[in-house]
């Protein structure tokens, strides 16, 4: 990674995207870690998680994560998920949170001169492409290692910085837990295309089992 110790960084994680692509690389993502290392790289502003919540469950999987984020250091940006059945009579999770992400790195990019996006997803080549006009270097990070791409070709391009999630998991990753499926999310690009859906699978966002404890700071 290359940041400069007075550069303003705002970090955007595109929550359900980013574990699908550390899951098809193999790992879990320690968000204690991967906040240190950018604090320790930059000026880190803000890091914003977006996530989507099945919010008339019982227990939702992905709630002790988002409160174990919230309660150290990082902006959470959430909204209800919604149930629909699909042509099959399957029952689906439809949680997109890519307006709420764009309106964000909008406001963020008059007072930041680098962003980071962790997402794969091409619909934010426009937004990267409108910031990059007002002078904000973009960072996006996903991975092209996986089979298929977790990447959308025209994001990378738009990008002025491409980062190979794989070159961070010694930083940021930690094994998966043995008490979950190995198999990567299954918002994974389907028909080997690369990822660009607007519908996610929180059902299957099982993060994290080691964030049960909510607030460790002392």
């Keep these: 990674m290359k940041f400069y110790p007075q550069e303003r960084v705002a970090l955007f994680i595109d929550g ?39 919010e008339d469950q019982e227990y939702s999987p992905i709630r002790p ?3 174990w984020l919230d309660y150290n250091g990082y902006t959470m940006v959430t909204k209800p998920a919604k149930e629909f059945t699909d042509a099959a009579g399957r029952k689906k999770i439809k949680g997109n949170m890519d307006i709420e992400l764009a309106i964000d ?20 080549r426009r937004l990267i492409e409108a910031v990059q006009r ?20 025209e994001l990378r391009r ?28 299954p918002i994974q690009a389907l028909d080997n295309q690369p990822v660009d859906e607007d ?13 049960d404890e909510v607030d460790d700071r002392d």
């Design 199 to 211: 519908d996610y699978d929180d059902e299957y966002y099982d993060d994290e089992d080691d964030y």
């Design 65 to 67: 994560l988002v409160d």
């Design 16 to 54: 359900s995207n980013l574990y699908a692509t550390a899951r098809a690389l193999g790992f879990d993502i320690d968000y204690k870690r991967l906040l240190s290392l950018f604090a320790e790289q930059c000026s880190l502003v803000r890091a914003f998680y977006y996530t989507a919540l099945i």
């Design 105 to 124: 790195v909008m406001e963020m990019s008059e007072h930041i001169e680098h962003i980071v996006l962790f997402s794969g997803d091409g619909d934010f």
């Design 134 to 153: 007002k002078g904000v270097k973009v960072t996006v990070v996903s991975t092209v290692r996986s089979q298929p791409s977790m990447i959308a070709d």
């Design 158 to 185: 738009q990008a002025d910085i491409f980062l190979d999630l794989i070159e961070l998991k010694s930083e940021v990753g930690r094994k998966v837990s043995d008490n979950r499926p190995s198999t990567p999310n």
